[in-house]
């Protein structure tokens, strides 16, 4: 686990307290829905990063306290609107200009105020997909298949999602989980991921994403037992990036896993429509 300056990149040390007030801020505005303690925990992390760096000069190359102000920018941003599904042109401009701000703006402040490429979005990465890539493809929609309408409707959470019973919402509610889907992808992986593994070990870095992904997801509508399916889904998420360098291929997996969320919820709000498809009938 060796840095781009040559430097060890440790599981655990001093640093990883911001790293992890920060990250702890996720659950704070998503979970809890308490602003002001996601306020206090980012302030305490950026804080507590500032004086470790002060102290100790070697820790200033990258900057702890650069990368996770940037950590911090984009909860902050996504934290200004509520995060409730809601598919009304209203809703889906609040969806597009924070998330996307959300993304593009702490890519601005490192690129051209921090003076670095922290952030990138590496689309093709390694290349072209090997068998066991395509094989993972056809595994997420088949595990998709069997857990997703098991899960949303017996523990009830489709209900989190608006009634999709005319063409006009069942075509916003594609659009809107896979431009959510892609986000997910860019923020928590390409800009929360990255920035943490230029301190950390891969599995630290890993950790303290999931904290901020399943947070996110929790408000969005993946609750009761959700989180037993997004833990994973965000640690392998970022693995399978590791593993292949192309955003192109996660973010495929997670259109896949998110096509079949959009049939279980067109499934569970249209009773008799797309029963020939799922197990699971609908309520």
């Given at each position: 686990?060796?840095?781009?300056?040559?430097g060890?990149?440790?599981?655990?040390?001093?640093r990883v307290?911001?790293?992890?007030?920060?990250?702890?801020?996720?659950?704070?505005f998503?979970?809890?829905?308490?602003?002001?303690?996601?306020?206090?925990?980012?302030?305490?992390?950026?804080?507590?990063?500032?004086?470790?760096?002060r102290?100790?000069?070697?820790?200033?190359?990258?900057?702890?306290?650069?990368?996770?102000?940037?950590?911090?920018?984009?909860?902050?941003?996504v934290?200004?609107?509520?995060l409730?599904a809601?598919l009304?042109?209203?809703?889906?401009?609040r969806?597009?200009?924070?998330?996307?701000?959300?993304?593009?703006?702490?890519?601005?402040?490192?690129?051209?105020?921090?003076?670095d490429?922290?952030i990138?979005?590496p689309?093709?990465g390694?290349?072209?997909?090997?068998?066991?890539?395509w094989?993972?493809?056809?595994?997420?929609?088949?595990?998709?298949?069997?857990?997703?309408?098991f899960?949303?409707?017996t523990?009830?959470?489709?209900?989190?999602?608006?009634?999709?019973?005319?063409?006009?919402l069942?075509?916003?509610?594609?659009?809107?989980v896979?431009?959510?889907?892609i986000?997910?992808?860019?923020?928590?992986?390409?800009?929360?991921?990255?920035?943490?593994?230029r301190?950390?070990?891969?599995?630290?870095?890993?950790?303290?994403?999931?904290i901020?992904?399943?947070?996110?997801?929790?408000?969005?509508?993946?609750?009761?037992?959700?989180?037993?399916?997004?833990?994973?889904?965000?640690?392998?998420?970022?693995?399978?990036?590791?593993?292949?360098?192309?955003?192109?291929y996660v973010?495929?997996?997670?259109?896949l896993?998110?096509?079949?969320?959009?049939?279980v919820?067109?499934?569970?709000h249209?009773p008799?429509?797309?029963?020939?498809?799922?197990?699971?009938?609908?309520?």
């Amino acid at each position: 686990m060796v840095r781009a300056d040559g430097g060890t990149r440790p599981v655990l040390d001093v640093r990883v307290v911001p790293a992890l007030l920060v990250c702890l801020a996720a659950p704070a505005f998503f979970v809890l829905l308490t602003p002001w303690l996601g306020w206090l925990l980012l302030g305490a992390g950026l804080a507590v990063a500032l004086i470790i760096e002060r102290r100790d000069a070697a820790a200033s190359d990258p900057s702890i306290t650069r990368d996770l102000s940037l950590i911090a920018i984009g909860l902050l941003i996504v934290s200004v609107i509520p995060l409730k599904a809601e598919l009304d042109d209203a809703a889906m401009i609040r969806f597009t200009l924070a998330l996307g701000g959300a993304v593009l703006v702490p890519y601005l402040v490192s690129r051209f105020i921090y003076r670095d490429h922290a952030i990138r979005f590496p689309w093709r990465g390694g290349g072209r997909w090997t068998a066991w890539q395509w094989v993972w493809l056809v595994a997420v929609l088949v595990l998709g298949w069997l857990l997703l309408p098991f899960y949303f409707i017996t523990s009830g959470v489709y209900e989190n999602w608006p009634v999709v019973d005319t063409p006009d919402l069942i075509a916003r509610l594609f659009v809107g989980v896979g431009a959510v889907g892609i986000w997910d992808e860019l923020f928590f992986i390409c800009t929360c991921f990255a920035l943490l593994r230029r301190h950390f070990a891969d599995a630290t870095a890993n950790v303290l994403q999931a904290i901020v992904f399943v947070s996110f997801l929790w408000e969005l509508g993946y609750r009761a037992w959700g989180p037993a399916l997004t833990i994973p889904f965000a640690l392998l998420q970022a693995i399978i990036f590791l593993r292949t360098k192309s955003l192109a291929y996660v973010v495929t997996v997670h259109l896949l896993f998110d096509a079949v969320v959009f049939g279980v919820l067109v499934h569970a709000h249209n009773p008799g429509l797309l029963d020939a498809i799922f197990l699971v009938p609908a309520p």
